[in-house]
């Protein structure tokens, strides 16, 4: 299919907590290329876990926390298949300070990028997401001045920033991580690259598209989510 002349308007939003995240980014970017279709991103800080002085996340408040040596084996070679690695971090940390970071590649036009380099420190080298070494050091990859960096990241009224948005975020209807939306054409949870270039060119061909999708394997559906999916089926059925 040729690329198509009109950009699609894609909000990617995510967490760097959340290791479906980074797949979804990764089948993110695959898709675009499959798809061949111009997409104008921006990208949305999600904070899952509410941040505390500890710079941990509290176990108890991860959806899946009884099973994740599970979880983290069922997405292990899904990454593979995308050519990443996510393993199950020895350290839960907060992503407050590494989404506030976020906010500063914003500003640097440096947004993929940094998103590439702090999942990758995140799960596939199992570096602490929180400490100002690991993101000072990505910051020095980046080739950005790090003490300007480390002084953005460290500034309150950045950092509250991101509580807002998620805020905001959580209002417009977003319910957990990755969520794609498209216009106002939400998606959620990692689709498979194939099955997401297929929306993108579904959608730039102005193609009627369902309401609303969701994946059964997601670590944090809610049940908003949840309702959806089940009045989905009812619908179905009646039909």
């Not at 500003?107 to 929180?130: C, M, P």
């Not at 689709?191 to 309401?211: I, W």
Request: proline share 5%; net charge positive.
């Amino acid at each position: 299919m040729a690329s198509s002349a009109r950009a699609l308007s894609i909000s990617y939003y995510f967490d760097f907590a959340c290791p479906w995240c980074y797949l979804g980014f990764s089948r993110f970017h695959h898709a675009l290329k499959l798809s061949r279709v111009r997409g104008k991103i921006a990208y949305h800080p999600y904070e899952l876990y509410a941040h505390n002085s500890s710079h941990r996340v509290e176990m108890e408040k991860i959806t899946t926390h009884l099973h994740l040596p599970r979880v983290y084996a069922q997405i292990s070679p899904l990454a593979a298949r995308e050519g990443i690695i996510i393993h199950q971090p020895s350290i839960f940390a907060s992503s407050r300070r590494a989404l506030t970071g976020f906010l500063f590649a914003q500003r640097e036009k440096k947004e993929k990028e940094y998103l590439a380099h702090v999942f990758a420190a995140q799960f596939e080298r199992g570096e602490d997401i929180s400490s100002l070494v690991t993101l000072g050091k990505i910051a020095h990859e980046l080739k950005w001045d790090i003490e300007k960096f480390l002084n953005f990241i460290q500034n309150p009224r950045n950092a509250n920033e991101i509580a807002i948005r998620s805020e905001n975020a959580s209002r417009e209807g977003i319910t957990g991580v990755p969520t794609y939306r498209i216009g106002d054409f939400p998606i959620v949870g990692s689709f498979p690259s194939a099955e997401l270039a297929a929306v993108f060119q579904q959608r730039a061909a102005e193609k009627e598209a369902p309401a609303f999708m969701d994946v059964s394997l997601h670590p944090t559906r809610t049940r908003t989510a949840s309702r959806n999916k089940r009045a989905q089926k009812k619908s179905k059925k009646k039909s």
